[in-house]
């Protein structure tokens, strides 16, 4: 059984750069066909997709979101990590880090669909103080 597991601080001040890592245990983050996103929820607000990495260590970034956020993965320790920079106070939220196996051989396949991915950590919340 897959398992996920977000860590990093749970305050930051604006400007900074917020660093969340996501440990994954019970399969392999380079395993084939697989992607690993990063999804928030703000209070009050549904889920939004931030990226992912995908098993071939491609990343793919929401729009709004790429000049301040990076996403990048540790394959010996089987972690990936979240970088967004420049935090202000509307980056308040619930962080998640989740996976899901994409299909074989298709491009042009949509992966930041949060109710499309099967694998969750349990979230960690993070609070941006002016």
């Known amino acids: 059984q897959v398992r996920l597991q977000e860590s990093g601080p749970d305050l930051v001040k604006t400007s900074q750069t917020l660093t969340l890592t996501c440990t994954v245990a019970?399969?392999?983050?380079?395993?084939?066909?697989?992607?690993w996103s990063w999804i928030r929820q703000s209070p009050g607000k549904g889920r939004e997709w931030i990226g992912y990495?995908?098993?071939?260590?491609?990343?793919a970034i929401l729009p709004s979101l790429r000049g301040r956020t990076a996403i990048s993965r540790d394959p010996a320790k089987n972690q990936f990590t979240l970088e967004l920079s420049a935090v202000i106070p509307e980056d308040t939220a619930e962080y998640f880090c989740?996976?899901?196996?994409?299909?074989?051989?298709?491009?042009?396949?949509?992966?930041?669909?949060?109710?499309?991915?099967?694998?969750w950590g349990q979230g960690i919340r993070v609070t941006v103080s002016s």
């Open positions: 989740a996976g899901r196996s994409g299909v074989p051989f298709r491009t042009g396949i949509d992966y930041s669909d949060p109710n499309d991915y099967i694998y």
């Open positions: 019970g399969g392999s983050i380079t395993t084939n066909y697989y992607y």
């Open positions: 990495i995908a098993y071939s260590g491609d990343t």
